[in-house]
Nanobody, 124 residues
Framework: QVQLVESGGGLVQPGGSLRLSCAASGFTLDDYAIGWFRQAPGKEREGISCISSSDGSTYYADSVKGRFTVSRDNAKNTAYLQMNSLNPEDTAVYYC?????????????????WGRGTQVTVSS
């Protein structure tokens, strides 16, 4: 059964950090680009980061550039999103997704598999 499972979300104070994980099962992440998306209450889901399957190319939305870092460990079949300097505007449900094309992108329709999301809340 193909599955992506996010973990690592939670409640953090402004200025704090979290690392999200995206674990794949039922398929091998090696050939897939991994994207991270988020959806805040009352807003559309947005693509915030992506890492390619092969050359390590990455994409970051302006809203997270310089604060978030995407990475992958193919040996563990897992991808990560390191989030630093979090602020209340980062509060959202965070999703990871896999795209078999392997190329960096941020368009939802390009992605083949999706996780169910993990809640991140930034509040004092």
């Amino acid at each position: 059964q193909v599955q992506l499972v996010e973990s690592g979300g939670g409640l953090v104070q402004p200025g704090g950090s979290l690392r999200l994980s995206c674990a794949a099962s039922g398929f091998t992440l090696d050939d897939y680009a991994i994207g991270w998306f988020r959806q805040a209450p009352g807003k559309e889901r947005e693509g915030i980061s992506c890492i390619s399957s092969s050359d390590g190319s990455t994409y970051y939305a302006d809203s997270v550039k310089g604060r978030f870092t995407v990475s992958r460990d193919n040996a563990k079949n897992t991808a990560y999103l390191q989030m630093n300097s979090l602020n209340p505007e980062d509060t959202a449900v965070y999703y990871c997704a896999a795209d078999r094309s392997g190329y960096v992108n941020y368009r939802e329709y390009e992605f083949d598999y999706w996780g169910r999301g993990t809640q991140v809340t930034v509040s004092s």
